[in-house]
């Protein structure tokens, strides 16, 4: 039985990631990529679709106990979990070192005081938990081995199979240790090399201080922003600087509901926000990798952007459901792949040209692909501003006019408008500020609700959506301008949980809504961010810090924040963790300390 999703903490190595619960059971790793097969799928279903447990060994059938406290080492990705039990007390340090040859996980088990009974219990399942390998001994080594994958288990503990199961049980005193870990190999190749688990810890450690040194902000939000920052970091895939949403699939974004997606893959929003982020805490190397990574994506063909690709930039990710897995909490189905790729969501335009913009205004170095890039989109946009589309939020019911996306595609053109007028592109002037005016009289005057006196979700409409939050954050509006302050008023009316967080638009219930899905979802952590920046730039600084520290008191004990916070079962939902939610996070962290809105 899988743990609630805030009992998860993360490892990674920038090519993969696992979640560890407080029990000390891995239920989702996926190897050798984010995007790859789950070898451990117990996240999704029960223990028959792959865990790894490694804690005090169960006492009277009770059962696996949850560590008593966990924290990671200092500003880094090792996690360190501690039992208090009756025979003593035992330390568990779970990482995955940088990638340089075979992923790995390791697990560090030393003795504190007394003497601890302790239990590995390691059952892989290939392939999201449907194929069972065949298990053998090599060179004093156990090696799993399924199709192309092959994962190799070294520890100097004794092991024994039961069960299709591999345990370990040992006990460890004072200053003992004993080391496991697991490494991934294609199946047709050498066996990895040995591990070296201290060496290793050691590198790792240096990694993650080496570049936490480089953040440039010092606030009174700063381990907040450092443990966001070090998350994002984890999200990126090293060999290329593509930025995952999220390292998992199918965590619900409604406990026991369908709106289960797989978030394992770079959306353009969601990357371009979180280059964003590490451009303005001192993270250039990241942005240039990303910069790199869009080029390579987009390629020459521009007018058919995806609003997301695989990792490597990859464009087909068609989406299929796993029925064989019951799903987090009986949320079915559980989706790989995603089929909302090929929508057309013109908002991307809009944050794809904001963040190349943003690297041209901090000095990253000049690349005139990237201009050339940004003037090609603008063509598209002229020709497609006034189309329908999906929307942010990447709906499954008709093409709507959204609001967000014509503003977005009006902060497309007006940044390449700035990029013209610096001398650094050519580009008909004339022609695009005329393109401009004509994208911000439209909104004006199709998306605006003169008696409501607040924007609209989509032309035509009724509706509200948070989205529109962000009107006066990419400077559509001046924040003091009174459509923009009710606007906010409105959302704050109309989208807020009765604790003050912030809904994405209104849902349906049991019937298909504007998003074509039936079924809740909770609030939105992204836009009760937003809500957080707006309520600052309109002078409401004290709400605004009040609302952003509430936020932070729902990640976890690790700093940690999935998509979304269910509002009646208190408690987190959605993908985990979510860049989408710990950019803002760093955001909205920013503009309080610029502002001086914030405690003691």
């Known amino acids: 039985m899988a743990g609630r999703i805030e009992d998860y903490a993360l490892i990674g190595d920038m090519q993969t990631a696992a ?42 059938d009770e059962g696996p106990q949850c560590a008593s406290r966990r924290a990671y080492r200092g500003d880094s990705l090792i996690l360190e979990s501690e039992w208090d039990t009756p025979r003593g007390t035992v330390r568990v340090t779970d990482f995955m070192p940088p990638r340089d040859g075979a992923p790995q996980l390791i697990r560090i088990v030393e003795g504190v005081s007394g003497r601890v009974p302790m239990r590995s219990a390691l059952r892989m399942r290939f392939a999201y938990g449907r194929v069972v390998p065949w298990v053998r001994k090599q060179d ?35 200053g003992e240790k004993v080391t496991f870990t697991i490494s991934w190999q294609a199946s047709h190749k050498e066996p990895p090399p040995l591990p070296e688990p201290e060496q290793q810890l050691e590198a790792t450690q240096e990694f993650w201080r080496e570049w936490v040194e480089n953040c440039t902000y010092h606030g009174p939000y700063r381990e907040a922003v450092v443990r966001s920052l070090i998350t994002l970091k984890a999200l990126t895939y090293a060999p290329t600087g593509g930025i995952v949403a999220a390292p998992t699939t199918s965590l619900p ?7 289960n997606w797989d978030y394992r893959y770079t959306w353009l929003r969601d990357a371009a926000i979180t280059l964003s982020s590490l451009l303005r805490t001192g993270y250039r190397e990241e942005a240039r990798a990303w910069r790199e990574w869009l080029l390579r994506a987009v390629a020459g063909d521009p007018e058919n952007l995806q609003i997301m690709y695989g990792i490597a930039g990859e464009r087909e990710l068609g989406e299929a459901e796993l029925d064989w897995l019951p799903g987090f909490e009986d949320s079915a ?104 005016d004509d994208i911000h009289r439209d909104v004006c005057e199709k998306g605006y609700d003169k008696e409501r006196n607040t924007f609209t979700q989509s032309y035509g409409s009724a509706e509200l959506d948070a989205s529109l939050l962000l009107i006066p954050q990419v400077g559509f509006l001046p ?13 704050q009316r109309e989208l807020s949980t009765p604790d003050g967080f912030i809904l994405r638009y209104p849902t349906s219930g049991e ?90």
């Not at 990529?33 to 006492?59: I, K, N």
């Not at 924040?479 to 959302?491: C, F, L, M, S, W």
């Not at 961010?529 to 520290?549: N, P, T």
Request: aromatic share 8%; charged share 25%.
């Open 333 to 436: 189905p559980v989706r790989v792949g995603n089929g909302a790729a090929h929508q057309l969501q013109l908002d991307v335009y809009g944050e794809t040209i904001e963040a190349l913009h943003l690297a041209h205004m901090t000095g990253l170095a000049r690349n005139d692909y990237a201009s050339d890039l940004q003037l090609k989109l603008i063509r598209y946009l002229e020709d497609h501003w006034t189309d329908p589309d999906e929307g942010i939020w990447e709906v499954r019911g008709p093409r709507r006019h959204f609001v967000h996306s014509k503003v977005m595609a009006w902060v497309a053109v007006d940044r390449t408008i700035k990029l013209i007028e610096s001398g650094d592109a050519d580009g008909p002037l004339e022609k695009w500020r005329q393109l401009r």
């Open 19 to 60: 979640l560890v619960c407080r029990d000390g059971s891995v239920d989702w790793l996926c190897l050798p990529r984010f995007d790859s097969q789950a070898v451990f799928a117990g996240l999704l279903g029960t223990e028959e679709h792959g865990f790894w447990r490694l804690g005090p060994a169960p006492v009277d």
């Open 140 to 174: 004093n080594r156990t090696v799993a081995i399924a199709g192309p994958d092959s994962v190799w288990f070294d520890t100097e503990a004794e092991t024994y199979g039961e069960s299709l199961t591999t345990y370990a049980d040992f006990t460890v005193a004072p």
């Open 479 to 491: 924040p003091d301008d009174k459509r923009v302050i009710g606007t906010i008023e409105a959302i």
């Open 511 to 600: 019937d298909e809504g504007v998003d074509g899905l039936p079924g809740d979802e909770g609030a939105f952590l992204a836009c009760s961010f937003w809500m957080a920046d707006d309520l600052a730039m309109i002078g409401r600084v004290d709400e605004a810090r009040k609302l952003f520290e509430k936020l932070l008191a729902l990640r976890n004990d690790l700093g940690l924040l999935a998509e979304e916070w269910d509002p009646t079962l208190q408690r987190q939902v959605g993908n985990f963790p979510q860049a989408f939610s710990h950019v803002p996070l760093i955001d909205t962290a920013l503009r309080l300390t610029a502002s001086g809105a914030y405690g003691g």
């Open 253 to 259: 974004e409604h406990i026991g509901g369908v709106r």
